[in-house]
T-cell receptor
Framework: EAQVTQNPRYLITVTGKKLTVTCSQNMNHEYMSWYRQDPGLGLRQIYYSMNVEVTDKGDVPEGYKVSRKEKRNFPLILESPSPNQTSLYFC????????????FGPGTRLTVL | TQLLEQSPQFLSIQEGENLTVYCNSSSVFSSLQWYRQEPGEGPVLLVTVVTGGEVKKLKRLTFQFGDARKDSSLHITAAQPGDTGLYLCAPRSGNTPLVFGKGTRLSVIA
């Protein structure tokens, strides 16, 4: 089944404790991205990647890192999480950028205490 | 960053009613996508419109792209509880990354 998977789905952590949210797609998509979704602010892009080893900042990249060593994986890294990073995170992938369909993962609900 | 506005922000209607939600911007777009997000899930693509003035139908949903390609509307006929969700528009300018509006949260009451 074609899908985007994220892990974990739920995470409660404490300020400063490094964490990684994994994202994997099995559709051989070139383009992958991370969003955070907050009430009243909508979906905001954190980072995106047009291809392997190519990553770019989105609208809200501060406090996050990403890597794209393989086409299928695009992990989101929070080196020192803070409470303002408490949010619902979505990974998405598409064949390209243009008019291509974005396929979203199921989301990761992160709480930073 | 382009200015993108979706209206209304919230809409609560009775089953069987019709409704229209809007996506407006001051920028011209090459295409525009509409997504629906149900509670606890990621957004799912409903439609992509590409040509100014284009109208696309998906069962009871009718999507229109403005003639000037700056705006779009989504009309739902005879809404059902299964239409409940967050409707997001995502305009595109060439190959720039996807930017989403804040969405219209629709609640259809049986």
């Amino acid at each position: 089944e074609a899908q985007v998977t994220q892990n974990p789905r739920y995470l409660i952590t404490v300020t400063g404790k490094k964490l990684t949210v994994t994202c994997s797609q099995n559709m051989n998509h070139e383009y992958m991205s991370w969003y955070r979704q907050d009430p009243g602010l909508g979906l905001r892009q954190i980072y995106y990647s047009m291809n392997v080893e190519v990553t770019d900042k989105g609208d809200v990249p501060e406090g996050y890192k990403v890597s794209r060593k393989e086409k299928r994986n695009f992990p989101l890294i929070l080196e020192s999480p803070s409470p303002n990073q408490t949010s619902l995170y979505f990974c998405a992938s598409s064949l390209g950028v243009g008019t291509d369909t974005q396929y979203f993962g199921p989301g990761t609900r992160l709480t930073v205490l | 960053t382009q200015l993108l506005e979706q209206s209304p922000q919230f809409l609560s209607i009775q089953e069987g009613e019709n409704l229209t939600v809007y996506c407006n911007s001051s920028s011209v777009f090459s295409s525009l996508q509409w997504y629906r997000q149900e509670p606890g899930e990621g957004p799912v693509l409903l439609v992509t419109v590409v040509t100014g003035g284009e109208v696309k139908k998906l069962k009871r949903l009718t999507f229109q792209f403005g003639d000037a390609r700056k705006d779009s509307s989504l009309h739902i006929t005879a809404a059902q509880p299964g239409d409940t969700g967050l409707y997001l528009c995502a305009p595109r300018s060439g190959n720039t990354p996807l930017v989403f509006g804040k969405g219209t949260r629709l609640s259809v009451i049986a």
